[in-house]
């Protein structure tokens, strides 16, 4: 029942900004981890950053300097703020959450989810 939506992809100049969006959603939950990760066509999927319910984030060495993440615990919403994107940046970035869900009766379970994913494009 936990559903995780990205937004705020889109077409972006070398050297420009851009600002990525998760928010999660569900009955009852608690959100663990969060990360953002991205896959260029005919390349593998590869971690962007990382962030604990504690402690400090975690970025793949190509984006470290340039990409910030962080969260809103009270809106459930993990962001990517992307700086000085160049055009090998250009891939489908995608959500993931480590989330603990509840069920009636006291039942609970840690499960991992992801979005659907956002394109962005980094062109001239």
């Known amino acids: 029942q936990v559903q995780l939506v990205e937004s705020g992809g889109g077409l972006v100049q070398p050297g420009g900004s851009l600002r990525l969006s998760c928010a999660v959603s569900?009955?009852?939950?608690?959100?663990?981890?969060m990360g953002w990760y991205r896959q260029a066509p005919g390349k593998q999927r590869e971690l962007v950053a990382r962030?604990?319910?504690?402690?400090?984030?975690d970025y793949a060495a190509a984006v470290k300097g340039r990409f910030t993440i962080s969260r809103d615990n009270g809106k459930s919403t993990v962001y990517l703020q992307m700086n000085s994107l160049k055009p090998e940046d250009t891939a489908v970035y995608s959500c993931?959450?480590?989330?603990?869900?509840?069920?009636?009766?006291?039942?609970?379970?840690?499960?991992?989810?992801w979005g659907q994913g956002t394109q962005v494009t980094v062109s001239s």
């Open positions: 993931n959450a480590d989330v603990t869900s509840y069920s009636a009766g006291g039942g609970r379970r840690s499960s991992n989810y």
């Open positions: 569900g009955s009852v939950f608690t959100i663990n981890a």
């Open positions: 962030i604990p319910s504690g402690g400090t984030p």
